[in-house]
Each structure stands twice: as structure tokens, then as C-alpha cells.
């Protein structure tokens, strides 16, 4: 069974940063990418931003500038720094798992949600 532990969400001050973490947990031979969404109250979650296993990025326009994500491989953990943080960026943050290859077929995760609030 694989799990994605989320953690590092919270209040802050625009122009503030955080950092989120995800782990990923289990008999994991292999995850194709592994990224965060969002989801504001009342909107559609969207990508925030993505890295592949190939190191391939792809981020939402608006944060383009402001958000970095990385991985530390053998963690399968992600990270996402976020910098100049707007009270747009209000949401539940969520980590996903893409194609994770386990001892059954590959399937995507998600995450539990990690409430992230810019406000003053």
C-alpha cells in the first residue's frame, strides 16, 4: 500500500514563504512524476507544479518565478518552495503520484490535503 504524507502547510503573511513536503511511502519500484495541485473553495483543482523522473518540469503560469519544486529520489519525497506568497495562493495543496509501479499494476496517489493560507 503506498501513502503520501504531506506536511509543511499553514498561515503566512503575503510576501511570506513555505515549503511543502511529500513523502511517499511503500514498496515503490518507480513513480513517474510527482507533483502538487490545488484546490481553492468554490474553484477546480489545478496543477501548481509537476517534476517528472526524467527532471522535467512544468509549472501554472501564476506561480511561475515564485515556486521551485524538487525531489530527493531516494526519499521519494517532493518538495515545493514557495516564495512571494499572494492571498491567491489560498488553497488545499495536494501532492499526487503519478504512475507509481509497486508489486501490482501502476496507479496514481494522492495526498490528504494540506490547508495553505496567505493572509494578514
Known amino acids: 500500500q503506498v501513502q503520501l504524507v504531506e506536511s509543511g502547510g499553514g498561515l503566512v503573511q503575503p510576501g511570506g514563504s513555505l515549503r511543502l513536503s511529500c513523502a511517499a511511502s511503500g514498496t515503490i519500484y518507480s513513480i513517474n512524476a510527482m507533483g502538487w495541485y490545488r484546490q481553492a473553495p468554490g474553484k477546480e483543482r489545478e496543477l501548481v507544479a509537476r517534476l517528472t523522473s526524467g527532471d522535467s518540469t512544468n509549472y501554472a503560469d501564476s506561480v511561475k518565478g515564485r515556486f521551485t519544486i524538487s525531489r530527493e529520489n531516494a526519499k521519494n519525497t517532493v518538495h515545493l518552495q514557495m516564495n512571494s506568497l499572494k492571498p491567491e495562493d489560498t488553497a488545499v495543496y495536494y501532492c499526487?503520484?503519478?504512475?507509481?509501479?509497486?508489486?501490482?499494476?501502476?496507479?496514481?496517489?494522492w495526498g490528504q490535503g494540506t490547508q495553505v493560507t496567505v493572509s494578514s
Open positions: 499526487n503520484a503519478e504512475k507509481v509501479v509497486t508489486a501490482w499494476r501502476p496507479q496514481d496517489y
